[in-house]
């Protein structure tokens, strides 16, 4: 320590050597984790009445807005859905970042926002889950129609039905799979079923 402090001492005369006070190092900003249960964000909705919207004769081309507001679905005061997440993950500015440079930016912009992570999760999963109870009643229904007219499967109308189905199917699992993708910066492990084979 003696050698040291000469060799300062010399350098400092000499002026090739400055001796600073070091700033005490910076402690890394430290990152809230909880843990929280899947059942705990699970969202009750109004099954009966996205049931009785799949009941129409119109009921393929009503548009998923409208099925999320017959099961109860609001907006949150803070304005985030699973939607608004998915269209600012599509945006210039996370295009090109690596998951985790995104993810941190999510993070930061969520809670500079002050939006929990959890009411997107509550809103992915209710989405999720009314999309699902829709295409059960609507399957239903579709088979007691079919099933009502008594008619060979090659009738025309059974066959538009059919063509109208595999489209809504296919635009649900659409969506789903985008739901998917943008929960996905925010959770490690799934919480979106995409059924992906069409009834």
């Known amino acids: 320590m003696v050698l040291i402090n000469w060799l300062c001492a ?9 001796v600073t006070q070091g700033e005490a190092p910076k402690k890394p900003d430290k990152i809230t984790t909880r843990t929280v249960r899947l059942s705990d964000l699970a969202t009750e909705i109004q099954a009966g009445q996205v049931k009785a919207l799949a009941d129409r004769p119109d009921d393929l081309s009503i ?3 409208a099925v999320f507001e017959a ?3 609001k907006p949150q005061p ?5 939607e608004k997440l998915r269209d600012l993950l599509r ?3 996370f ?17 500079l926002e002050k939006v929990p992570v959890e009411d997107l999760v509550k809103d992915a999963m209710a989405r999720d889950k009314v999309l699902d109870t829709f295409e059960d009643r ?3 229904i579709m088979r007691e129609r079919t099933d009502a007219r008594n008619v060979d499967a090659e009738d025309q109308q059974d066959h538009a039905e059919l063509q109208q189905w595999h489209q809504w199917h296919g635009r649900k699992v659409d969506f789903e ?18 059924d992906q084979d069409a009834p």
């Open 10 to 18: 010399v350098g400092d005369k000499l002026r090739i050597i400055q």
């Open 63 to 65: 548009p998923f807005s």
């Open 71 to 73: 099961a109860g679905l």
């Open 78 to 82: 803070h304005g985030w859905s699973i």
């Open 91 to 93: 945006t210039e500015a």
């Open 95 to 111: 295009k090109g970042l690596d998951r985790t440079a995104v993810q941190k930016a999510l993070v930061e912009k969520l809670a």
């Open 138 to 140: 609507a399957r239903q």
């Open 177 to 194: 799979k985008e739901m998917a993708w943008a929960i996905g910066y925010l959770l490690d492990r799934p919480v979106i079923s995409v």
